[in-house]
């Protein structure tokens, strides 16, 4: 027990755990002693060996949401082996690759929840998120900067045999979060113009998937110095840049999409003036609109989320038929804090992962 007879996270669960965690605003992350719930009958225990690190991971340890609770064990891009499961589970057996993304649970209820009943868990009310919030035990959740976690069958997601563990991770986060969009509105058919905003972690894989999909992609970006990577390794067609009037005016009218994946405020109107009539800009920025979007031609402006359980194992299938990973630079687990610092001022291409397994030492 703690002060005041509070329950020590280390004394919570019964099953020993251990990772790095923020204890405040400052978001430095250490070394921390918890516990994980035993493994339940649709549970499986999988050991966590990479997990990438996410852009929202930065904004939470940081309480930049006002949501904070520490002590915090971020993370929500894992891929490991399985070490246990419960006795009802069906899909997974000890030895298996698997991976945990975003959510671990919603309500399930198909009768009273219209996201539940159409495979849209990722819009439940009740989503329950894999770090900084409470799981329906009354226990806090902690993410993937850990050794192990425990997982309702249903949220766990099976990692073709092709694809490498390490550059799979950031594909649960960054990777659904462009392909659900790309496919919900049907910006997926072969010789759409598509336009990519901001070319980070979603950026880069928005251009991936926009490629496979058979599409014309054009990265549209402020910095110039992104082009020749854009081009000559990501395979993009075209490169815009935002700040450059002539070049935005000669692209009037000529895309099909845009994936928006800027996080920061920004102009939309803009990009609205490049779609074609019944064109669609798609937001997936958490904060992205900076002025008012006047009314004019008939043109759709979208929002998306991760994507659900079925989107996400349907996009670890496609990555596996088409090559695709995340650009990735692989870190040991005490660089943590300086792979924030560098992930702040955008030095990365295009997504830190964490060798978790080879690299968190037991305090």
């Known amino acids: 027990m703690g002060v005041d007879g509070m329950v020590l996270p280390e004394e919570e669960h019964p099953v020993k755990a251990f990772g790095w965690a923020a204890r405040d605003p400052s978001g430095i992350l250490s070394p921390f002693n918890f516990s994980r719930r035993e493994t339940g009958e649709e549970d499986v225990k999988v050991k966590v060996l990479y997990c990438g690190i996410c852009h929202s ?49 919603s309500c399930g209820s198909p009768d009273s929840c219209h996201y539940c009943a159409k ?22 959740n902690y993410g993937g900067y850990s050794d192990i976690i425990v997982v309702n069958e249903h949220f766990v997601y099976q990692i073709p045999a092709n694809l490498p563990l390490d550059a799979t991770a950031p594909l649960l986060c960054a990777g659904i979060t462009t392909y659900s969009p790309l496919r919900y509105f ?14 980070g972690g979603l950026g880069h894989m928005a251009v991936k998937f926009a490629k496979a999909f058979g599409a014309k992609v054009t ?17 993009a067609d075209l490169f815009i840049i935002s700040s450059d009037a002539d070049q935005m005016k000669a692209a009037v009218d000529t895309f099909d999409g845009i994936i928006d994946t800027v996080s920061a405020l920004h102009p939309v109107m803009p ?39 079925k989107e996400t194992q349907e996009m670890l299938d496609f990555c596996a038929k088409h090559d695709i990973i995340s650009d990735i630079e692989l870190v040991p687990m005490d660089y943590v804090n300086t792979a924030m610092e560098r992930l702040e001022k955008g030095d990365v291409q295009y997504r830190f992962v964490i060798d978790v397994g080879n690299s968190l030492k037991t305090a």
């Open 271 to 309: 990009l609205i003036n490049l779609l074609k009539p019944d064109g669609k800009l798609v937001l997936l920025g958490s904060k992205t609109i900076e002025s008012p979007v006047a009314i004019g031609e008939r043109k759709v402006v979208g929002t998306s989320v991760i994507g659900s359980v």
């Open 57 to 105: 991971d930065l904004h939470n340890i940081k309480d930049e949401r006002g949501t904070a609770k520490y002590p915090m064990v971020p993370g929500h891009e894992m891929t490991g082996e399985v070490i246990e499961v419960g006795s009802k589970v069906r899909n997974f057996k000890v030895g298996d690759k698997a991976a945990v993304g975003v959510i671990i649970g």
């Open 119 to 140: 495979d849209l868990e990722n819009y439940c009310s009740k989503r329950m998120l894999t770090y900084n919030s409470m799981y329906y035990d009354g226990a806090w």
């Open 186 to 199: 049907e910006l997926d058919k072969p010789g759409l113009s598509i336009g990519v905003v901001g070319l």
């Open 219 to 235: 990265v549209i970006s402020r910095s110039l110095s992104k082009k020749k990577e854009a081009i000559e390794r990501l395979g």
